[in-house]
């Protein structure tokens, strides 16, 4: 497996912002779309967000839109998820995750290849 670290998380209150990094290998950036998942204590992982590895093109779930925004930087290898307006219910442990796929339209965390430790976002006052 390529190296696949995500990092930026921490306790922010709400209206907050963070950003979150996930750094891999340039073949994984080159080849396929990464996404961006969020699991809350008792909930199911679901995706929030995504890059795809072709043309740039995103998908964030709607929960999300208008509040965050995906973004790569290949000089960088990182794939960086900024998050605007937090809220609550926005609190959960972050994972990228490289997908089966080169595109974005919305994914079940079964396609996924493999995933980071993660990192925890907590919105509270």
């Known amino acids: 497996q390529e190296p696949l670290v995500e990092s930026g998380g921490g306790l922010v209150q709400p209206g907050g912002s963070l950003r979150l990094s996930c750094t891999t290998s340039?073949?994984?950036?080159?080849?396929?779309?990464i996404g961006w998942f969020r699991q809350a204590p008792g909930k199911e992982r679901e995706e929030v967000s995504c890059?795809?590895?072709?043309?740039?093109?995103?998908y964030y779930a709607d929960s999300v839109k208008g509040r965050f925004t995906i973004s790569r930087d290949n000089a960088k290898n990182t794939v960086f998820l900024q998050m605007n307006s937090l809220e609550p219910e926005d609190t959960a442990v972050y994972y990228c995750?490289?997908?089966?796929?080169?595109?974005?339209?919305?994914?079940?965390?079964?396609?996924?290849?493999?995933w980071g430790l993660g990192t925890q976002v907590t919105v509270s006052s």
């Open positions: 340039g073949f994984i950036l080159g080849y396929y779309a």
């Open positions: 890059f795809s590895s072709t043309d740039g093109s995103t």
């Open positions: 995750a490289p997908l089966w796929t080169r595109f974005c339209s919305g994914s079940h965390p079964s396609k996924a290849q493999y």
